[in-house]
């Protein structure tokens, strides 16, 4: 059975320092993996995903297939980028998405 | 083009009860997902139509059930509502190819409380 794992329930950084978003995955056929953020009071939206291979706002997320990771990293934090992120396997038949239990980012000024 | 949409926002049913949720999709978009959020178990993936068919479900009881319309608008259907299903219900669309998408855009949620 697939499996996400996102190992830090809170993550607390200060402005302008790099960010490192932890995702670790289970599955044995080949996956594809996604980053979803939840900004606080809107709705979960899709950040990136890794086929795309592409960075939005900044952020980016490799997939190490050895490592079974797909850790999301940004050099400089900014404020805005506190919000709820969720690493999230799909893993075809239907669209069906196993999503890790989030990772609360907190950007302190 | 309108996002995602679901009524009601929220609700609160008693125990024994059932209730029914409602979700339109992006207009365009063939395929919709249900999922259950809680503060315990996170998001949990409940079941998936495309085309008036659901193509995959996930670990739930025969409580939670689903259907989709012609015009791609899904409800879903809990039944015999017990205490442990107060959550927030999320409903996903996508376009929707037959191999199926990661690439889903949500809705704001039904928040349910059951008491």
């Known amino acids: 059975a697939q499996r996400v794992t996102q190992p830090e329930k809170l993550l607390s950084v200060f402005k302008g320092a790099p960010v490192e978003l932890k995702c670790n995955y289970s599955y044995s056929g080949s996956p594809e993996l996604f980053w979803y953020v939840q900004y606080s009071r809107q709705r979960l939206q899709l950040l990136l995903r890794?086929?795309s291979r592409e960075s939005i706002k900044g952020f980016t997320a490799d997939l190490n297939k050895g490592e079974t990771s797909f850790h999301l990293k940004k050099p400089f934090a900014q404020e805005e980028d506190s919000a709820m992120y969720y690493c999230a396997l799909f893993t075809g038949g239907g669209n069906k998405l196993t999503f890790g239990t989030g990772t609360q980012l907190k950007v302190e000024l | 083009k309108a996002g995602v949409t679901q009524t009601p926002r929220y609700l609160i049913k008693t125990r024994g009860q059932q209730v029914t949720l409602s979700c339109s999709p992006i207009s365009g978009h063939r395929s919709v997902s249900w999922y259950q959020q809680t503060p315990g178990q996170g998001l949990q993936f409940l079941f998936e139509?495309?085309?008036?068919?659901?193509?995959n479900k996930g670990n739930f009881p025969g409580r939670f059930s689903g259907r989709q319309f012609s015009n791609s608008r899904s409800e879903m259907n809990v039944s015999t509502l017990e205490l442990g299903d107060s959550a927030l219900y999320l409903c996903?669309?996508?376009?929707?190819?037959?191999?199926?998408?990661?690439?889903?855009?949500f809705g704001p949620g039904t928040r349910l409380t059951v008491t």
């Open positions: 996903a669309s996508s376009p929707g190819v037959s191999s199926g998408s990661g690439e889903q855009y």
């Open positions: 890794h086929i």
């Open positions: 139509y495309f085309s008036e068919t659901q193509r």
